[in-house]
């Protein structure tokens, strides 16, 4: 029975099931949307949450340039960029539309981007759609992003 046991295993151990949701959510940290199978997506919609959850409660001392932060402001954000690099890898490479390859700090990306992108938001980061079956085995698959704020869609609105 498995009671009171939350979570999927995916037929791996502790250590490859960790590793494999620290490399999702860093790709879609890094890509903003990523395709997977429906049960992974919905796996790592918790793990990305929490992360920008961590992120966001630091309020502006997030994305406040650090010299204008004060040293207790610099204390927690030290504490939070530690507990998220802890997870994610730090640095990861974006191959850009012009062939080069353009280095990416995943932890302040979350910190910085997401929190401020995220501020007013009160959960619910993430977006999965469902494709269908993939061609080869038949599991399900699905594109698992992140949403865009409602300020950001006003925005565009605006400009279009």
């Known amino acids: 029975m498995r009671h ?3 979570g999927r295993k995916f037929d791996r151990n ?3 099931r960790r590793a494999m949701f620290r490399n999702l959510a860093a790709n879609l940290i890094l890509h903003e949307r990523i ?3 429906d049960a992974k997506a919905k796996e790592l919609r918790g793990v990305t949450e929490k992360l920008i959850t961590k992120a966001k409660r630091l309020g502006a001392a997030a994305y406040t340039e650090h010299d204008k932060l004060s040293p207790a ?3 927690r954000r030290l504490a939070v960029t530690r507990e998220i690099g802890a ?3 730090r640095f990861s490479t974006r191959i850009e539309k012009g062939g080069e390859a353009k280095q990416v700090d995943l932890v302040e990306k979350v910190i910085v981007e997401l929190a401020k992108r995220f501020a007013t938001r009160p959960g619910g980061y993430t977006r999965i759609v469902k494709f269908g079956p993939r061609r080869g085995d ?3 698959i699905s594109m ?3 949403v ?3 300020t950001a869609g006003d925005e565009a609105a605006k400009t279009a």
């Open 148 to 150: 865009q704020d409602a």
């Open 4 to 6: 009171k046991n939350t």
């Open 138 to 140: 038949g599991a399900p």
């Open 73 to 75: 402001d610099k204390a």
């Open 87 to 89: 997870f994610l890898p």
């Open 35 to 37: 395709e997977t199978t």
């Open 14 to 16: 502790t250590s490859s």
């Open 144 to 146: 698992i992003e992140f």
